[in-house]
């Protein structure tokens, strides 16, 4: 559903009636901002595309009428991506964000033709001189999960709600099984692929084939509470993903880890307003409070609290990184050497599983 403001709709119109293809309109330099935003789900998904709308509604609030700002939820990756982001540079957008992976091919064709407007591609890896990439470091926020995981276990079994084969749920994956494994050497992770971000009912029915095979803990790389329901109704234990989903479960949910993005959104409007933005690869996480843990159950073991909190603060300090060697691949080769911490540019090309898990990537 596109939410189209006044400066939208004035501002295509006069580009069509001057026959303007390319380009950006001219505004006055008391005008304010004009930021949009590009989401892959509905922005009541409770999820991905929640928390970054709650991040556009947070800056909005931070900057008053200073910005104007405009989002378009449910937009699929692909053609579709490419003429909304089209439509909103050509509305007279200075700044657009655009916020899942299969929107970066169509971020950078667009941003080729708009060359004075700004575009932020989030969990991507292609920049260009007005295209800047960010990203969460979200298997940190895995990585305490699968000690959760790992502890809470009675069927040494722990399922996994997947979306797409991309290095961002893949790498996540890997650091759920590692960090399960520090805890319990005879875990097991299962993985179900469901070929979507937002789908309730694809995740409902994985979150039941998952348990129907034994795992009696339900982590997720997808974005409704649906998983965690289902596991509320069977009794065994799940995570939250990307939001704080702790409303949905009263028993199953044993924490959330939330995504908060609006400090980054505040920090790079600033930037474009004092005229210091910069195309560049950001990666935040717990240390820059853009992750973080959110409503611990209090049904949790002491144990387990402590367990994930102690995780939390190493991450958090940098005392524990979680892709530190020596790590091997479930094929038995060594693809991180002892004592070497992942790179970014490194993290952003994992496309292999790692020893233990007994499963292969879908191409």
Do not use: C
């Amino acid at each position: 559903m596109l939410k189209q403001k006044p400066w939208q709709s004035l501002l295509a119109a006069t580009s069509l009636a001057l026959g303007l293809g390319i380009g950006q309109a001219a505004v006055a330099d008391d005008d304010p901002l004009k930021v949009g935003f590009v989401y892959v789900g509905p922005v009541g998904d409770y999820g991905w595309s929640y928390e970054h709308d709650r991040g556009r509604i947070e800056a909005k609030e931070f900057y008053g009428d200073k910005i104007e700002t405009t989002y378009v939820e449910n937009v699929p990756e692909g053609a579709d991506a490419e003429r909304v982001i089209r439509q909103m540079a050509k509305g007279g957008a200075d700044l657009i964000f655009t916020t899942s992976f299969g929107f970066m091919n169509p971020t950078l064709k667009v941003a080729k033709r708009f060359p004075n407007v700004k575009f932020e591609h989030a969990t991507g890896y292609k920049r260009s001189e007005n295209v800047s990439t960010y990203l969460l470091r979200t298997y940190e926020g895995r990585y305490v999960s699968g000690i959760a995981a790992g502890l809470e276990t009675k069927t040494n079994t722990i399922g996994y709600i997947a979306s797409f084969p991309i290095p961002e749920v893949i790498r996540d994956i890997n650091a759920v099984y590692m960090a399960a494994k520090t805890v319990n050497p005879d875990v097991k992770i299962k993985i179900m692929w469901v070929s979507t971000w937002y789908d309730p009912v694809k995740e409902t029915e994985a979150a039941n084939a998952l348990m129907a095979q034994g795992a009696d803990v339900i982590l997720q790389h997808t974005d409704s509470p649906a998983p965690l329901q289902a596991a509320e109704k069977k009794g065994v234990k799940a995570i939250g993903q990307a939001s704080d989903m702790s409303q949905f479960s009263k028993n199953a949910h044993m924490f959330s880890i939330q995504d908060k993005w609006s400090s980054y959104y505040i920090d790079r409007i600033q930037k474009v307003m004092d005229d210091t933005w910069v195309s560049e690869d950001y990666w935040g996480g717990f240390a820059e409070d853009l992750l973080v843990v959110a409503s611990v159950n209090d049904n949790l073991p002491a144990k387990t609290k402590d367990a994930v909190m102690t995780a939390y603060n190493d991450i958090k300090s940098g005392k524990l990184k979680p892709f530190t060697g020596p790590i091997y691949d479930n094929q038995g080769n060594l693809v991180v050497k002892e004592g070497h911490s992942l790179t970014d540019q490194e993290l952003s090309g994992v496309n292999w599983y790692v020893k233990g898990i007994d499963a292969t990537i879908p191409k």
